[in-house]
């Protein structure tokens, strides 16, 4: 069973740096994607960033120059560096990766179970 683990969340002040880890375990087929979604309080979940196999990244306009995805496919784990942290980025933080199949025919989606980030002002 297809498993994501997320770390690195917590509390920081506005202005501040957090950095966000998820690895993925329990299969060793081929991850197309890995990113990072958020949900404030009350809200929907709202896209923040995507980085396909071969690197190439996407992110919200709301976080462009501010977080950073990476990824180690080695180890199977995404990064999001998140700097210049707003009271406005508070939310939970949830890892997606889209997992394909043995032929990579198609993906399958898979969440993370959320850690959660706090800026203070």
């Known amino acids: 069973q297809v498993q994501l683990v997320e770390s690195g969340g917590g509390l920081v002040q506005a202005g501040g740096t957090l950095r966000l880890s998820c690895t993925a375990s329990?299969?060793?087929?081929?991850?197309?994607?890995m990113g990072w979604y958020r949900q404030a309080p009350g809200k929907q979940r709202d896209f923040v960033a995507r980085?396909?196999?071969?690197?190439?990244?996407t992110y919200a306009d709301s976080v462009k120059g501010r977080f950073t995805i990476s990824r180690d496919n080695s180890n199977r784990t995404a990064y999001l560096q998140m700097n210049s942290l707003k009271p406005d980025d508070t939310a939970v933080y949830y890892c997606n990766a889209k997992i394909l199949s043995v032929m990579e025919t198609f993906s399958v989606a898979y969440w993370g179970q959320g850690t959660q980030v706090t800026v203070s002002s």
């Open positions: 329990g299969s060793n087929r081929s991850i197309k994607t």
């Open positions: 980085i396909t196999r071969d690197g190439t990244t």
